[in-house]
T-cell receptor
Framework: GAGVSQTPSNKVTEKGKYVELRCDPI?????LYWYRQSLGQGPEFLIY????????DSGLPNDRFFAVRPEGSVSTLKIQRTERGDSAVYLC????????????FGPGTRLTVT | LAKTTQPISMDSYEGQEVNITCSHN???????ITWYQQFPSQGPRFIIQ???TKVTNEVASLFIPADRKSSTLSLPRVSLSDTAVYYC????????????FGAGTRLFVKA
């Protein structure tokens, strides 16, 4: 079946602009995660959804970052007033949401802020 | 969430067995141990998960001693395509919980 997909694969934007990154999880997966990965580092947790609600958003770095999952499937990560430090690969993962189920990752969106 | 410590990098040759050890001294009673693999320009991929003793699947084995303060991922007869970053994670509920990745271990397999 189809895996997790993310669009766009690459995004270049200017400092101060607004961007949206989209994640399509595996059908039927109730849990969805967003991570940010900088070069040479492990993925950094941003936010976790269980269904439509954000169960844990403690990883969002500041109020410029926001994510939604209105129908419990597709999720959008929104970044306002982008800064050069936001440049990274943004990864999305989904899982069945039950105890100890593995996470399936998408290929990521590479965001470059110039 | 229990912190994990892994070697930064390891080198190996094709055909050898590779063992990567992860320390997690503060692991809690309900925590499971999970390993992921990541290739360049891809998202991480689940390899194996365990709670205690030994777990084996088609790609790896996971050894966990009785005190559970460490775990060892064993890759039998590695090939060049096993060159990747390997992450050890410890969490109470990896399917629906905040997940913390460390820096991982960069494995280089040489011909």
């Amino acid at each position: 079946g189809a895996g997790v997909s993310q669009t766009p694969s690459n995004k270049v934007t200017e400092k101060g602009k607004y961007v949206e990154l989209r994640c399509d999880p595996i059908s039927g997966h109730t849990a969805l995660y967003w991570y940010r990965q900088s070069l040479g580092q492990g993925p950094e947790f941003l936010i976790y959804f269980q269904g439509t609600g954000a169960a844990d958003d403690s990883g969002l770095p500041n109020d410029r970052f926001f994510a939604v999952r209105p129908e419990g499937s597709v999720s959008t990560l929104k970044i306002q007033r982008t800064e050069r430090g936001d440049s990274a690969v943004y990864l999305c993962a989904s899982s069945q949401g039950v105890a100890f189920s593995e996470q399936y990752f998408g290929p990521g969106t590479r965001l470059t802020v110039t | 969430l229990a912190k994990t410590t892994q070697p930064i990098s390891m080198d190996s040759y094709e055909g050898q067995e590779v063992n990567i050890t992860c320390s997690h001294n503060n692991i809690a009673t309900n925590d499971y141990i999970t390993w992921y693999q990541q290739f360049p320009s891809q998202g991480p991929r689940f390899i194996i998960q365990g709670y205690k003793t030994k777990v084996t699947n088609e790609v790896a084995s996971l050894f966990i001693p009785a005190d559970r303060k460490s775990s060892t991922l064993s890759l039998p007869r590695v090939s060049l395509s096993d060159t990747a970053v390997y992450y050890c994670l410890v969490a109470e509920n990896t399917g629906g919980f905040k997940t913390i990745f460390g820096a991982g271990t960069r494995l280089f397999v040489k011909a």
